[in-house]
């Protein structure tokens, strides 16, 4: 639940993107990843507690975030993973997204866990619900991409005039953004 007053002015929906928008990501994507190879004994030590860092971080900069005029859409990146939430912000926006994967801030050795097998249930799950909004995609990239997240971060849809102020908003909390894509008309 959330309690309190905003103007309706900054209310920032997930819905209400655009075309032109860039893709920003405020935390790392493999949550479920890394959580399921500690349950099948994968985790190497250098890994551990990663996973817990990052569900333990607050994503109190939404609420800057929702005081910049240029960022569009927001919605937290939680069990539907990244493409969930990134395709309902297609569907109530009437626009689609360019994704770039290899821009996506990922924990580390979540690629090679993946390889191993270390891919939660509800991945699968997720990705038979949506994947026939999908674009063809490697497995492993889909694996990823479909990774229920506790506590993820939260998806950005801002217009290019306010990507500046979007960043150093974040480097304010110690987050460095990189674009991970972009919304074009449907």
Known sequence: ???????????????TAQAG??????????IGVLTTAE??????????????E??????????????IEGVKAMTDVT?????GHLSEMCQGAGVQARVDYDA???LPGVEEYIKLGAVPGGTERN???????????????????????????LLLAVMPEAENEVKATAAEFGIELTA???LVPA
């Open 1 to 15: 639940a959330v309690t309190g007053i905003v103007p309706t002015e900054r209310v920032k929906k997930n819905s």
């Open 104 to 106: 996506i801030p990922k």
């Open 21 to 30: 928008c860039k893709l920003f990501l405020t935390k790392p994507l493999g």
């Open 127 to 153: 990705f038979a619900s949506y994947g026939h909004l999908m674009g063809e995609m490697p497995r492993e990239v889909r694996d990823l991409l479909c990774d229920p997240q506790t506590s993820g971060g």
């Open 79 to 83: 069990g539907f993973g990244l493409l």
């Open 54 to 67: 990052v569900m333990c971080r607050m994503n109190i900069t939404g609420a800057s975030f929702a005081n």
């Open 180 to 182: 991970i894509g972009e």
């Open 39 to 52: 349950k099948k004994s994968l985790l190497k030590p250098e890994h551990q507690g990663l996973a817990t």
